[in-house]
């Protein structure tokens, strides 16, 4: 099938549109599913509507502006389709399937960690509407339902396609840690492929939004981002402010767990920023601690609930663009575990690291359509496996050919 996936993360800095042909049954580790991309495409959110994003971020919206947006969003996510395809020569008559992530406006977690519910606007009728192609969305819904997270749902595109060989990088029983720095962090540790062993899976904490929210307040709003980590390369890690930053609850707390932006929040950054200048930290300073806030972050939920030995650590997400990050990341597992890791991104293996959260979502759809589970319990917490998604059927939906697979 033609699958197009779209996701818009907690940064909310842009639609990535990947295109793809997806075939085969989808079972772990084997000859199953098969993924190969056909396009790629990152389209920035018109100025106004990431204006109006922040503002639902924030609940300075009312229930009116919420309703309007869940159809205003819709038609821009259409638009990136329609640009993408257009872009790479693909004919949109051609698509069989369009996966939305949508645009996560809360995702509500309780102080004891568990989500009650979970809401992504950006109306899937809309797009299918527009589009005339099948759209698939709201697939975090049915996994809180079943007493999940909701998140991340990044792991079974790891568990189905990135388990990794016997002895990686010569570690007996060694894992992969699949992690993604977008907004937020995630990661899903995958054993190897000859153990019988369940993945895991669970937020790290931030990624990069208390980072370029940083950034955008030492630069007056003239940067939105820490382009190849240049501001924190010019600064000096202070590390009490580290410490004390690093003593928040969320870190301790085992998983499964999520977090968003109902956490890190840009009250924190400004509470964060008044700590530093209180401590004479330059501006420089600051982003470089707040940077390496999002390293310890990492590093420390590998050393704290890896389940077996860490053989590498692959990055995907904005943070893989991030020079800084990644050799901090280095140098505190080395520091943590007592050895080296290797740390590289997903091209090491072959997948555009900017392409992949849009080619989970291409990937949900395709299970979704197939009655297949999208969910792996054991990375959410859910009760159980389900199919993940709700179908808004385009002017295509009766021409598509299912197959009958089942996981194995």
Not at 256 to 269: H, W, Y
């Amino acid at each position: 099938m033609l699958v197009a996936g779209l996701m818009s993360g907690t940064s909310a800095d842009g639609i990535d549109v990947t295109i793809a042909d997806i075939t085969g049954a989808p079972i772990p580790h084997g000859d199953g599913v098969k993924i190969a991309q056909r396009a790629f495409a990152a389209v920035p959110w018109p100025a106004g509507d990431r204006a109006l994003i922040f503002d639902l971020f924030a609940g300075r919206a009312t229930p009116a502006d919420l309703c309007r947006a869940n159809f205003r969003l819709a038609e821009v996510f259409a638009d990136a389709v329609q640009q993408a395809a257009a872009d790479a020569g693909i004919d949109l008559a051609t698509l069989d399937l369009i996966g939305s992530h949508g645009q996560t406006i809360w995702h509500d977690v309780t102080a004891e960690g568990q989500v009650t519910s979970t809401l992504q606007i950006g109306e899937p009728a809309v797009i299918a509407a527009r589009t005339g192609v099948t759209t698939i969305g709201n697939f975090r819904v049915a996994d809180v339902a079943a007493g999940g997270q909701g998140a991340p749902l990044v792991s079974i595109f790891d568990w189905l396609l990135l388990r990794p060989p016997p002895a990686l990088n010569g570690v007996t029983g060694g894992w992969r840690a699949v992690q993604n720095i977008g907004g937020i962090g995630n990661v899903t540790f995958l054993p190897p492929i000859d153990q019988n062993a369940a993945p895991l899976a669970f937020d790290t904490g931030p990624g990069n939004v208390l980072i370029d929210w940083a950034v955008r307040m030492v630069s007056d709003g003239a940067l939105t981002y820490d382009h190849d980590g240049a501001l924190a390369r010019q600064g000096k890690v202070n590390a009490p402010l580290l410490e004390r930053w690093l003593a928040h609850p969320y870190y301790r707390q085992p998983p499964p767990k999520t977090t968003g932006r109902e956490l890190f929040t840009a009250q924190m950054v400004e509470t964060m920023r008044a700590e530093a200048n209180a401590a004479g930290a330059s501006d420089a300073d600051f982003v470089a601690t707040v940077t390496a806030l999002t390293v310890a972050t990492i590093a420390d939920a590998y050393a704290r609930f890896a389940p077996g030995p860490l053989a590498q650590a692959v990055i995907a997400g904005g943070g893989a663009h991030n020079p800084v990050l990644l050799d901090g990341l280095r140098t505190r597992l080395t520091k943590r575990l007592g050895r080296e890791v290797e740390v590289c991104t997903h091209d090491a293996l072959g997948i555009d690291a900017d392409a992949k959260e849009a080619l989970i979502f291409a990937l949900l759809a395709y299970l979704c359509a197939h009655g297949l589970p999208g969910n792996v319990p054991t990375c959410t917490g859910a009760r159980e496996e389900v199919i993940l998604g709700v179908i808004a059927p385009g002017r295509n939906y009766r021409r598509l050919e299912i197959g009958d697979w089942r996981l194995g």
